[in-house]
């Protein structure tokens, strides 16, 4: 069982000088659902190498079991530091595609012509394609294989505009993932702030905000 997991490599939030990125509990804590498993887990990001974490994530009170034990891994700081180049990941050998979030994947993966490559690819052969909290909008251009926006029709979630509100960030990123998803066609769903919500709808997986991370990843596991 192989996985691949995609990272954004943005690291500017918007015009206010400030630094932005992945959200650490989002790649931890579907890692090690996945690698405990026994999967293999293949990282990719747009630029390769090393992916920019978003400074935020690692602030205490984000903090998980599964951060902790990310950070102490050596062989995990590895392989984050070494992700391979999207545009040189091809689909084929790959049974599941999986993104965590962060605010930068707005700005690149939503636009990447690589990632949305691989996503059509991947949904098309009826794997498992899933993402969580922003990543979510990486589904942004992305169609099915009759055309269609990716999502239409179908019952997805995303990080809610009341969550975008809540840390002030409605007037900052470049659009909003749950505005969005809804005018692409999906039926949008949430729940409370913060809490862990997950969606699935056939081989497409959603999860609403970090919390979410890890019933995401059990759904992708029980779906193969």
Excluded at 53 to 71: G, Y
Excluded at 106 to 125: F, G, K, N, R, V
Excluded at 175 to 196: I, M, T
């Amino acid at each position: 069982m192989k996985i691949l997991m995609v990272l954004t490599s943005h690291d500017e939030l918007g015009c206010t000088g400030k630094k932005t990125g992945f959200w650490l509990e989002e790649l931890a804590a579907p890692y090690y659902v996945f690698k405990d498993s026994g999967a293999e887990i293949i990282l990719a990001s747009p630029k390769g190498g090393q992916p920019p974490l978003d400074p935020r994530s690692e602030e205490t009170v984000f903090q998980t079991a599964a951060t902790k034990r990310f950070e102490a891994d050596t062989d995990a700081q590895e392989a984050l530091a070494h992700t391979l180049t999207l545009s040189e990941v091809f689909p084929a050998g790959f049974d599941a595609l999986f993104y965590p979030g962060g605010q930068g994947s707005l700005w690149d993966l939503a636009e990447d012509t690589h990632s949305i490559a691989l996503i059509e690819a991947i949904y098309a052969e009826g794997k498992p394609v899933a993402a969580v909290c922003h990543a979510t909008g990486v589904f942004l251009h992305a169609k099915a294989p009759d055309g269609s926006p990716l999502v239409q029709g179908k019952t997805v979630t995303g990080y809610s505009n009341s969550e975008e509100a809540a840390v002030g960030m409605i007037n900052i990123v470049p659009f909003l993932v749950e505005d969005e998803l809804q005018k692409n066609g999906g039926y949008y769903s949430k729940c409370s702030n913060w809490q862990s919500y997950c969606v699935q709808d056939c081989n497409l997986i959603t999860g609403q905000n970090p919390a979410s991370g890890e019933a995401v990843a059990k759904a992708v596991l029980e779906l193969l």
